[in-house]
């Protein structure tokens, strides 16, 4: 399969420990983006790359938050201090950028349960 | 501002009757707007886009959808529902200078036997 994957699937952590995500894009892909969704609502969009460069960042991205893609391939999301509202799913998408909208193929997203 | 309204939040049609998910959207620009569907435990699927080409856009699985500018409207159709259509269903929008996608709150489509 040469979709987007994301690693793990699910993550179950207490509130103050650290984690971190990762996205494997599909491999042609020079844009990465990362959504979060919570339970009953749309995804929301966190940040994007075009390759290793970080060109977008929503309000929603606290100071606990931080992306890399350092070799303009994988990514990972870690969010330090972890409270419970961090609690989502949290969602990878990447596309070939061109000067018009091309399709973004999501991953399954990690599903993150702080408690 | 930029953004999509879903008008239900859930919507519950019978096997083989039509379905209709609907959308409304607000933008200053031409926009370009998306259907994506969600089955649990999966990743979103895109069904269909539309980038101000033909009004009626056809998609995956049967499933069609019309931009009308003068209802600011893009709602979702399909003639005759599926068991396999059960799902959550999202109208996104395209906002292209910031190359994010902004998505609204969801529909999700039950289906009666």
């Known amino acids: 399969d040469t979709g987007v994957s994301q690693d793990p699937r699910h993550k179950i952590t207490k509130r103050g420990q650290n984690v971190t995500f990762r996205c494997d894009p599909i491999s042609e892909h020079n844009r990465l983006y990362w959504y979060r969704q919570t339970l009953g609502q749309g995804p929301e969009f966190l940040t994007y790359f075009q390759n290793e460069a970080q060109l977008e960042k929503s309000r929603l991205l606290s100071d606990r938050f931080s992306a890399e893609r350092p070799k303009g391939s994988f990514s990972t999301l870690e969010i330090q201090r972890t409270e419970q509202g961090d609690s989502a799913m949290y969602l990878c998408a990447s596309s070939l950028d061109t000067s018009s909208y091309n399709e973004q193929f999501f991953g399954p997203g990690t599903r993150l349960t702080v408690l | 501002a930029q953004s999509v309204t879903q008008l239900d939040s859930h919507v519950s049609v019978s096997e083989g009757t039509p379905v209709l998910l609907r959308c409304n959207y607000s933008?200053?620009?031409?926009?370009?707007l998306f259907w994506y569907v969600q089955h649990p435990n999966k990743g979103l699927q895109l069904l269909l886009k539309y980038t101000s080409a033909a009004t009626l856009v056809k998609g995956i699985n049967g499933f069609e959808a019309e931009f009308k500018k003068s209802e600011t409207s893009f709602h979702l159709t399909k003639p005759s529902a599926h068991m396999s259509d059960a799902a959550e269903y999202f109208c996104?929008?395209?906002?292209?200078?910031?190359?994010?996608?902004?998505f609204g709150s969801g529909t999700r489509l039950s289906i009666r036997p």
């Open positions: 996104a929008y395209f906002y292209s200078s910031a190359s994010k996608i902004i």
């Open positions: 933008s200053s620009y031409s926009p370009s």
